[in-house]
């Protein structure tokens, strides 16, 4: 009886893991079933709006999702385990990495940001702009947080007479 229970336990748990079958069709998320979701004040700053989100099964590890930034808004600081790929989509933005030189990014530029490297992006000051993001998940993760990007930092990219 006890190993019988333990057989029966072993294959629900194969079901979901071992003995999985190996996805044989593509998948479609029509954008009708998709609901969009706000950032989340302790990692954003302003109005930041994310769709589209997606993350593949294992052993896949691909995720990401279209964000949207009003103007001024921005992501906190953070890192990528494996890295992470923006494609801007349109408006106008700002990316920086620590102690980097912000950068201005607008539609079709594509971005690298290392495994690891501290970095931010969001918007400028005077349009909003929204990218593809992609990253590969590591453990699970696909972003470790940090501290908010504060307007002083932010605001680095304003001073002077622009370029
Ligand atoms: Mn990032």
Request: aromatic share 6%.
């Amino acid at each position: 009886m006890k190993m019988k229970s333990l057989i029966t336990a072993a294959v629900a748990l194969g079901a979901t893991t071992a003995f999985a079958e190996p996805e044989r069709e593509v998948s479609v998320t029509r954008a009708s079933s998709q609901v969009a979701t706000a950032g989340a004040p302790e990692h954003f700053t302003g109005s930041v709006k994310v769709q589209s989100r997606f993350q593949a099964s294992s052993p896949a590890r691909v995720g990401g999702g279209l964000v949207s930034f009003e103007a001024a808004a921005r992501t906190a600081w953070h890192t990528h385990p494996l890295g992470q790929t923006l494609i801007v989509t349109e408006g106008s933005g700002l990316v920086q990495h620590w102690e980097g030189d912000i950068q201005e990014i607008g539609p079709s530029d594509v971005v690298w940001i290392p495994p690891g490297v501290k970095h931010w992006h969001g918007a400028t000051s005077e349009d909003g702009m929204s990218h593809i993001a992609v990253a590969e998940s590591l453990d699970g993760k696909t972003v470790e947080w940090m501290e908010h990007v504060t307007d002083e930092q932010y605001g680095q990219n304003s001073g002077g007479d622009g370029e």
